[in-house]
T-cell receptor, first 114, second 113 residues
């Protein structure tokens, strides 16, 4: 079955440490997205990518970095510059970026600070 | 600025009762609108979408939503709620000229047996 796989499901970070969240899709989608979800705040866009080797900042990109070397993969690194990284992180994809394209979501990674 | 608002943070209904979750948008033209559902610790699943045409949209799991331009609303409804419908529901919109989804803050549904 096609879908989006996020790993790990739970991740713990020590102060000053970078961590990388994995997102892989086998839907052959061009566009991929990373969102951060905090209670009562809905979903906020961190980064998105419309095509391989290209990505753009979203609304809350500070303290995060991404890469898009392969169509199916869009890893997110939470750097030590992100002072409040505890959140639920969701990866999504769509056939293309566009107003009429539904996004398909992975099951998320919950990141906590030790 | 474009926005999507879900006025109700929590909704509690009895099993078998009808359900309506509210969603309002702010935009000068007609947006593309979506409803998603999220079970605890899971990702979001698309319930239905509205692009144009018929203002009553049918979705999965027995849900429907009605687009009302005069009220800038896209409310989600279900005639009879099941215990398995307990989850968080998100309304989202996209607007011409931008790739970006704008999500509401969600409504958490509790179903009483």
């Amino acid at each position: 079955d096609g879908g989006i796989t996020q790993s790990p499901k739970y991740l713990f970070r020590k102060e000053g440490q970078n961590v990388t969240l994995s997102c892989e899709q086998n839907l052959n989608h061009d566009a991929m997205y990373w969102y951060r979800q905090d209670p009562g705040q809905g979903l906020r866009l961190i980064y998105y990518s419309q095509i391989v080797n290209d990505f753009q900042k979203g609304d809350i990109a500070e303290g995060y970095s991404v890469s898009r070397e392969k169509k199916e993969s869009f890893p997110l690194t939470v750097t030590s510059a992100q002072k409040n990284p505890t959140a639920f992180y969701l990866c999504a994809s769509s056939i293309a970026t566009g107003v009429d394209q539904p996004q398909h979501f992975g099951d998320g990674t919950r990141l906590s600070i030790l | 600025a474009q926005s999507v608002t879900q006025p109700d943070i929590h909704i509690t209904v009895s099993e078998g009762a009808s359900l309506e979750l509210r969603c309002n948008y702010s935009y000068g033209a007609t947006p593309y609108l979506f409803w998603y559902v999220q079970s605890p610790g899971q990702g979001l699943q698309l319930l239905l979408k509205y692009f144009s045409g018929d203002t009553l949209v049918q979705g999965i799991k027995g849900f429907e939503a009605e687009f009302k331009r005069s009220q800038s609303s896209f409310n989600l409804r279900k005639p009879s709620v099941h215990w398995s419908d307990a989850a968080e529901y998100f309304c989202a919109g996209t607007f011409s000229g931008t790739y970006k989804y704008i999500f509401g803050t969600g409504t958490r549904l509790k179903v009483l047996a």
